[in-house]
Every structure is written in C-alpha cells, then in structure tokens.
C-alpha cells in the first residue's frame, strides 16, 4: 500500500474569472497597504515592505510605548514628565510645552497623538528612558520583538534622518496591535482637538471628518517622505487599516485616504467555506473497520477577498495518508488550504470526526490478498474533485 499526499479539490471555479497577482486597486500614493483587522491579512500591498522616511507616523512607536508601560502598570496616566530645554526648543509641529515645568502623561499623550507634537515626544522619550537616543534604541528593539522587520528609528518624533525608516507594512502592524491590546487608550485618536497654553489645535487627521466610522490614527510629512497617514475605521462590525506614504498634497491626501479607506470597505468581501464542526472531505484509511473517516474543521473557514476574485477562490484538503487505523476521534489530519491565485491563503487544521478502530485478523487477510494482485498506482499524488 502507497502512502502519500492526498490532495482533494474542494472547490475550484478559476474559469469564470480571470486571476489577480493581487486587488486590482490603482493608488496614487508611493506606498500603500489596506490590511483587515481582525485576521491582520493585507489586503492591497504597494511597496508595503520597501523601508522609507515614516515623518511624524512613527509617533505611534513612540506612543505603542507608553501604553505598554500604562497596561503594565509602570506608568499612570498622572505621572508627571519635566520638560527639558532639548524639548522646549524642538523644532516643526508642537504642544508648546514650558522648559522646567511638569506635564501629567495624558496631556503629553494628546499632545503627540491630537497635536503631533516633536516637543511632547521629547519629554516622554527623556523622561521613559533618560534620553532620546536611547529612547530611540528601545524603539527599535520594540520594534524587533514585535515583529516589525522593515523599522529601526533614530528619533521619538520622525524627524528627518537617514537612520529612521519604516515601512508600510509594519505600521499596518503596529496599528493592529495598538487597537488589539491597547483598546482602553485607543479612544485619545478620535478626539478632534487639544488646547494647552491657551492655543487650540485641531487633530491633523483628515479621515476623522471625510470618512464616517473613522477613528484614528495618525498623520505625517516631510520634504523627504511626502504626505502620509495611517488610518482606521469601522463599518457593520468589520475594521479596515489603510497606510499610505509618498503623496504630493494635503489635499491629494485627503482624497485619496478617504477613496482608499471607502475601497477597503466597498470593494472586499468574505467568502465563507466552512461553518465550525462542518466535515470537510472524506480521508481514505488504511487497515480500518471503515474505509473512510470525515475531516472536520474546528473554526470558521473564511477568506477576505477582492469582489472581482470571488469566483477564483479555491479550497483543497492535504494529509499523507491513507490513515493507518486506529484513529483517534479529533486527532489531527492533514489541513485545508483556502486561497485566491496568486493572492493571499491561510491553513486550517483538518481533524477525524469519529475514531476508527482496527480492523479483524480475517479483514486483514483479506486486504494483504487484495494488495497483493492490486495494480500498482502510476503516481505518488491523487486529486479527486469533491462532489
């Protein structure tokens, strides 16, 4: 008896639609991503994963920072920060913090994420880690442990320099992590302004009012960058993330985020293939009282995908077998693999859905006499289409 991978077919319906290397999404921005939320899969990459000035969108690192140590509990949000003469004298935009004065945390936090203040970035960086350098170095080292390949930072504020890049892709990342475990400070993005020293700012980000269900995150520019913005909304209890870098004008900027963000919502959709506990396939088993065990899956087997790809989505059941008997009910078997050529795909894990037993000395026999004048299969690999 051959054992082999077994691949079965589920569904295939590639002739009524043409393939995509990806969403057919046309963007003016140098670099872009749309990214689900819930299953963190990128939807649209434009030169997500190339490494580039990130200007003031890095303050999320910074801030990422701060409510790490708040969920922690190292930090309060009334612990008080001096404001040093490095801070004080910063450059660009500003919270217009006082040299040698003290600013509770929750006004330094409105102050970077409402006003995008370099002066407030300063004063936590010094006050976290003794100075901004090594403030920096924590970046990074954050950055690493939290599986942001393309990002190493110079600065607490994204002040131009040739040692601090990110890319599209992993501020996408660290978004869905701001969201996901820091949910409770997650709300501070969606207030539109801040007043300190009696001067009134409103929140740069412009998806707050051109995008219904908008609510963060965070903007950015610089000569060398250009204009971007990492933003976030929410519509019928779906989130979407779109990044973007390299745009010519604040106005070109708020078109094309809020274009972007209405595709990330209008134009994908999700394909369900498998409801939890339904059986997937048929595995063929080897020595068994039965000669096939149902594969089940565990979880929702879904895909998001572009509307136009629908009908190129595929689903196949992998796993070496026949099975040797005895089986174990919910012992695993093999996966199931759902994708869209040349797009995304995501693994699930395949389980039996019933034990199979062994089966008797005579069924024995008779298999060995049966394998014994069998035909000798052609190939190592069989594909059957599900009916």
């Not at 093999?334 to 994708?339: N, P, T």
């Not at 024995?364 to 000798?376: D, H, N, T, V, W």
Request: hydrophobic content about 45%.
């Amino acid at each position: 008896m051959l054992f082999a991978k077994r691949i079965i077919a589920l569904m295939c319906l590639c002739a009524a639609a043409p393939a995509f290397a990806q969403a057919p999404i046309e963007t003016a921005a140098e670099y872009a991503v749309i990214m689900d939320y819930r299953t963190g899969e990128v939807l649209f990459d434009k030169n997500g994963r190339v490494q580039t000035a990130p200007a003031s969108m890095s303050k999320l690192m910074t801030v990422a920072i701060v409510f790490e140590r708040l969920k922690n509990g190292s930090l309060s949000l009334t612990d008080e920060f001096n404001v040093s003469a490095k801070a004080w004298r910063m450059g660009g935009s500003k919270m217009w913090v006082r040299v040698d004065t003290q600013i509770p945390l929750i006004d330094l936090l409105r102050g970077v994420i409402v006003q995008s203040g370099n002066d407030a970035c300063i004063v936590i960086a010094e006050n976290l880690a003794g100075s901004e350098e090594a403030f920096a170095e924590l970046m990074t080292q954050k950055a690493r442990e939290w599986g942001m390949v393309d990002s190493t930072f110079a600065n607490a504020t994204g002040w131009p320099d040739p040692d601090h890049k990110m890319s599209m892709r992993d501020l996408a990342t660290l978004t869905r992590k701001i969201i996901n475990e820091y949910g409770s400070y997650y709300a501070l993005f969606a207030e539109r302004e801040f007043t300190w020293e009696k001067i009134r700012q409103p929140n740069r980000n412009p998806l707050l009012e051109s995008f219904d269900g908008a609510d963060g995150l965070k903007t950015g520019h610089t000569e060398e960058s250009g204009y971007g913005l990492v933003g976030s909304a929410v519509r019928n209890d779906e989130r979407r993330i779109i990044v973007v870098n390299g745009l010519t004008s604040e106005k070109e900027r708020i078109m094309e985020t809020t274009r972007l963000m209405r595709i990330a919502f209008d134009d994908f959709a999700t394909k369900q293939f498998f409801q939890p506990g339904d059986v997937v396939a048929e595995a063929e088993v080897f020595k068994g009282k039965t000669a096939s065990v149902p594969l089940l899956t565990k979880e929702s087997v879904d895909l998001i995908m572009h509307r136009q790809a629908l009908d190129d989505a595929t689903a196949t059941v992998v796993y070496e077998g026949p099975i040797a008997a005895p089986i174990r009910e919910n012992q695993q078997i093999g996966y199931l693999k759902v994708a869209v050529a040349g797009g995304p795909s995501r693994e699930y894990p395949l389980y039996a859905g019933r034990a199979v037993g062994e089966m008797s000395l005579f069924g024995k026999i008779g298999l060995a006499a049966k394998m014994l004048f069998a035909k000798p299969p052609s190939e190592d690999t069989s594909t059957r289409a599900a009916q």
